[in-house]
């Protein structure tokens, strides 16, 4: 038992002790991760509370959005884009009482790859309102979000935003793991074969 325990400090010692080279790595990975996941949350936030402002402030500039009815590109459009979106989707989702259901956005599971200042990210993304009998929650929709991302200035924006839903025919997430395509994007542009 003593050279159990022994066996397994020696391992804890390892890699907790900083001699591995990734282990060097993972701080600045932890800080980007949550940063993007800050991100994440903000833009969840001002969808689900109606501040289009800091909703297009997730982006860049020129930061490009594609969803259910369509794609803008750029602040201003993106900030249109939500605002009709939501007006839409009050006329949808309704309670049992005929108002405007509440909708809220839930992040899941999500993976994120970062290559210096760039990052790549796939999240698990559900909606519930309270459409329910009894206005209690359900889930209304679901899907994932493939993510490009940059850091300008120490912040990190996202410079594209995909959003498959499960629900809408030729909007579900592709066949292939998401993961695996955020992995290829991702080494494309470490290996220098896109920009």
């Known amino acids: 038992m003593k050279s159990l325990i022994a066996g397994a400090l020696a391992v804890m010692a390892f890699v907790f002790g900083g001699t591995s080279p990734a282990y060097a790595e993972q701080p600045a990975y932890a800080e980007d991760r949550a940063a993007i996941e800050e991100l994440m949350a ?3 936030f001002a969808m689900d509370w109606n501040d289009f402002d800091s909703y297009a402030e997730t982006f860049t500039e020129d930061g490009e959005l594609v969803f259910a009815t369509g794609a803008a590109k750029g602040r201003q459009a993106i900030r249109d884009m939500a605002r009709k979106f939501k007006q839409r989707l009050g006329e949808i989702y309704r309670d049992e009482d005929g108002n405007p259901a509440v909708l809220r ?3 899941g599971h999500t993976s994120i790859r970062v290559e210096g200042d760039r990052a790549w990210s796939r999240g698990f993304w559900y909606e519930m309102g309270n459409t329910g009998p009894g206005k ?4 209304g929709s679901f899907g994932t979000y493939a993510d490009e991302l940059v850091r300008i200035d120490g912040r990190w924006f996202f410079t594209k935003r995909e959003v ?5 025919e030729g909007r579900g997430t592709r066949a292939e793991n998401p993961v695996r395509r955020m992995d290829a994007q991702a080494d494309e542009m470490a290996n220098g074969e896109v920009e």
Request: zero cysteines; hydrophobic letters at 45%; glycine letters at 0%.
């Open 42 to 44: 903000r833009y969840l």
């Open 105 to 107: 956005h839930v992040l």
């Open 136 to 139: 209690t929650p359900e889930i």
């Open 164 to 168: 498959f839903n499960e629900f809408l």
